[in-house]
């Protein structure tokens, strides 16, 4: 740990030391709180405040040459790790939180992470990566332990950052074509209710449906909605219906045959073990199986959001959802902040 001098000295010679406890100011009935943090410098403009609240000796900190003050460390050490649409919060008690600048996707280097924390007296902590987060939303935060450490310590890992260990990637707004499969919906014998949640989730991430086609259950009517969406310009296209193992359903084999380059056909997620994932000529083209419709966590809200924030997804991605993949089916769904997806 820092060696630190640690005195009780005059307020009045006070100046540029640093507090170790709180000072608080007590008026019966009206409040009680600090008025100084443990941690806070003392300036010249704070001796009359401290006579005020009885305090004319202090125990204090006394900074030696080459050492960094916690307020100071924990701005250097964000402004080491952090990448785009990162902002700070005030620093509080030698902390400082990392706050989303945008809607998008939370991506965070976990290797890079490790090594922070590997870093003696440094702490930092990050929500899970690749998930969703509001604009002003907390995502992370970081300070040192001691009120004060050694700067070369904090040159170090300013040294051996090489690049954003968290950052946010903003959703994109992109046109969605929808095709909606199975002769029960088309013949117009049930109602479809595929449509109205797809739609819903996508706004909520900033994009648009740009039509709803439907089809029966043959394949070249489903191929020529998919073709039909990427001649009209969508920048993506959901194909919902017809995702099971029922020889009637035939989605994956018209994707395939709409020229659909399969990323992988099952993904090991509960809810959403029946998804696929295609690209033609980059586009991506999925397959929804029918859990996506009634649970409001599923593997639509683990690989879509990483669709939108320009990331490509490939099979090893989907692979490695196996390791928090399985929702708990809690009474009450908490999602996102529930381990669904944090792998």
Do not use: W
């Amino acid at each position: 740990m820092s060696k630190i001098a640690m005195t009780t000295i005059p307020v009045a010679q006070a100046v540029g030391t640093v507090l170790c406890h709180d000072i608080t100011r007590i008026e019966p009935g009206v409040q009680k709180g600090p008025v100084f943090r443990k941690g806070h410098v003392i300036r010249e403009e704070d001796i009359p405040v401290l006579l005020s609240v009885g305090k004319e000796n202090l125990y204090v900190y006394e900074p030696r040459p080459g050492q960094v003050h916690e307020n100071d460390a924990a701005v250097r050490i964000g402004n080491a790790v952090i990448g785009k649409n990162i902002a700070f919060s005030d620093i509080k008690e030698g902390r400082i939180n990392f706050l989303a600048a945008a809607h998008g996707l939370l991506r965070v280097d976990v290797d890079a992470l490790a090594r922070v924390n590997a870093c003696e007296e440094i702490v930092l902590a990050t929500l899970h990566t690749m998930q969703e987060v509001k604009k002003g939303q907390a995502v992370g935060g970081t300070r040192i332990i001691p009120l004060l450490i050694e700067d070369e310590k904090i040159t170090r890992l300013e040294h051996s950052v090489t690049g954003p260990v968290l950052e946010v990637l903003p959703f994109r707004a992109l046109r969605v074509g929808m095709v909606t499969t199975g002769n029960e919906v088309y013949s117009g014998r049930i109602k479809d209710a595929f449509g109205p949640v797809i739609r819903q989730k996508f706004e909520s991430l900033g994009s648009t449906v740009i039509g709803q086609t439907f089809s029966d259950d043959s394949i070249d009517m489903t191929v020529a909605g998919i073709r039909n969406f990427i001649a009209d310009g969508a920048d993506m296209v959901v194909c919902t219906g017809g995702m099971s193992v029922d020889p009637d359903d035939r989605t994956p084999a018209a994707i395939r045959a709409a020229g659909g380059t399969v990323v992988t056909y099952g993904a090991p997620t509960f809810p959403g073990a029946m998804f696929l994932l295609a690209y033609i000529n980059n586009i991506p083209v999925l397959g929804l199986p029918g859990c996506v419709m009634y649970h409001r966590a599923s593997i639509f809200d683990l690989v879509v959001p990483r669709l939108l924030a320009g990331i490509p997804v490939t099979r090893e991605d989907i692979v490695a959802l196996g390791h928090g993949g399985f929702c708990a089916g809690c009474g009450e769904c908490r999602y996102p902040n529930c381990a669904f997806g944090k792998n």
